[in-house]
């Protein structure tokens, strides 16, 4: 290895580019409709249309349909998130429970 790759001068340079931060992030809780937000940043709101599927809306909508959603279940009951819908004003997401059926919240 050469130069300061891995050091924090290095990462000082890109920390805070708009192409290298988040678009847009959301905690919320789901034990019933509707969702409640926790913490959110370019997140409007979210559409529950069952306890098992999310509309999630942005603020300001992403400049195309290609963007990456990353997803979790810190309750540990959902084995899987899916998304279904690219919008550039939203995204659509389903969880699945460990035996692979619609989680029931």
Known sequence: MSGI?????SKSKVIGRSKDTAKAWVRFTNPATPA????S???SSIDNYTSDMWKVN???PMAT???TVVANDS???VNSISISVFNAAY????SYNNSGTKQQK
């Open 41 to 43: 940043f370019n997140v």
């Open 58 to 60: 942005f603020e300001t």
């Open 91 to 94: 995204f659509e997401a389903f």
């Open 75 to 77: 309750q540990g009951d």
């Open 36 to 39: 409640v937000l926790q913490g």
């Open 5 to 9: 790759v891995g050091t924090s001068h």
């Open 65 to 67: 349909t290609g963007y």
